[in-house]
């Protein structure tokens, strides 16, 4: 029991510290987690870390939390997974917490004020260029194209919650269709090889 | 009430939260405004805020949301709503499969979900763009200006590589020296 009770201490305590490195999506943790999981406390062989992220791309979630979560499972079942999940958490928990205070406090001061209508224009920017990054893996022929124009127009009109569920509904049915009028299937960009090879592919786009 | 309410709307964000957060924007801000919880603007400050600290997007802005909704509480909520069925999903594969996307099905439903992820930032992006007068037919020294922030701000992005949080710090400063 107490031996139980001491790993997952290590695991909440090994995520612990990789938290605070996943500025700006959870592929940047992959060295860390080969470091810390793998090589040092062995937890892990180098193979299987592809698979964790490639799992933790396929189901909602952030990938830093989803593949800190799997890995968690791997090594002590459900409490190694809470105990991975929290300990990936907390460090931005607090620091996001910390600075939404702090703005809380500043954000009548003018200069602060002045500083956030520039930072309101250039978060446009830093979503477009999420868009763009995302668009890379997603636009892959003229259906999907088609997908993007029309869902994006639906949007001003439909929410979107039920944008997302109709995407994967709609996206199974033209699958069908399409092996029904007999093309030839892509699901995705075909230019890379087996994708689950290499584990910092973007299969959602998700390294933003 | 309140904290039910917080946990609720994240708790279904967090079930279909997709595609690396951005894609949530629109999601989050549609249940924001629906419960009237703050202003379009006060939501682009906290997607700004949260883009500063690391971890992801989405998660970020639901502790941030519940934090000013309901404090620390609030927060805390909020944090949970989201990323409950994500461990309750993790949990649910990692016992039954272990090459998920290998399923033809699978790659089918992201398949059509992919460019879904795509068309709900680009209108996170638009609606931003016109809350913030960045879209704006009343043409001024104060509209052009912020249209030059957004392409330069872009411009650092796409073909120089910066990190998003570096442009947000510059950004800050060019406000500060440009508007007060």
């Known amino acids: 029991m107490n031996k139980h009770w001491k790993t997952l201490l290590q695991v909440f305590w090994t995520f612990f510290k990789i938290g605070p490195v996943t500025f700006g999506g959870g592929f940047a943790m992959i060295p860390l987690i080969e470091k810390e999981i793998v090589d040092k406390r062995k937890w892990l062989q180098k193979d299987d870390v592809s698979d964790v992220f490639a799992l933790a791309q396929s189901v909602p979630g952030a990938i830093a939390i989803n593949s800190a979560t799997f890995i968690g499972h791997r090594i002590a079942g459900v409490k190694g997974a809470i105990a991975a999940m929290l300990g990936i958490s907390l460090p931005t928990f607090l620091i996001v917490l910390s600075l939404g205070i702090t703005y809380l406090f500043i954000q009548d001061s003018p200069k602060i004020e002045a500083a956030f209508v520039s930072i309101r224009a250039s978060i446009v920017a830093i979503i477009i260029y999420a868009a763009i990054k995302v668009g890379k893996s997603a636009i892959i022929d003229k259906s999907t194209l088609g997908i993007l124009v029309i869902g994006t127009a639906a949007l001003f009109f439909i929410h979107p919650l039920f944008m997302i569920l109709f995407g994967g509904v709609h996206g199974s049915i033209l699958i069908v269709i399409k092996k029904k009028l007999g093309y030839k299937i892509a699901y995705e960009k075909s230019n890379k090889k087996d994708s689950n090879e290499d584990g910092n592919d973007f299969f959602m786009g998700a390294g933003i | ?180």
Request: glycine fraction near 8%.
């Open chain 2, 1 to 180: 009430m309140l904290l039910w309410e917080l946990f609720k709307s994240f708790f279904f964000i967090g079930a279909v939260s997709f595609g690396g957060g951005y894609a949530m924007i629109p999601v989050i801000e549609a249940e924001v405004s629906k419960n009237e919880w703050m202003t379009i603007q006060q939501f682009t400050d906290i997607i700004a805020i949260a883009g500063m600290a690391p971890g992801p997007i989405a998660a970020n802005s639901a502790i941030l949301v519940g934090y000013s909704t309901a404090g620390i509480t609030g927060a805390v909520v909020a944090a949970l709503g989201i990323l409950l069925p994500s461990v309750l999903i993790v949990l649910l594969v990692a016992t039954f499969f272990r090459k998920l996307n290998h399923y033809p099905v699978v790659k089918s439903i992201f398949y059509g979900l992919r460019p879904i992820v795509m068309s709900l930032i680009i209108y996170a992006a638009l609606k931003f763009a016109l809350s913030n007068n960045l879209i704006s037919l009343h043409i001024s020294w104060y509209t052009s200006s912020l249209l030059v922030i957004f392409g330069l701000s872009l411009l650092a992005l796409l073909k120089f590589n910066w990190h998003p949080i570096y442009v947000i710090i510059l950004s800050g400063l060019v406000g500060v020296t440009l508007y007060s």
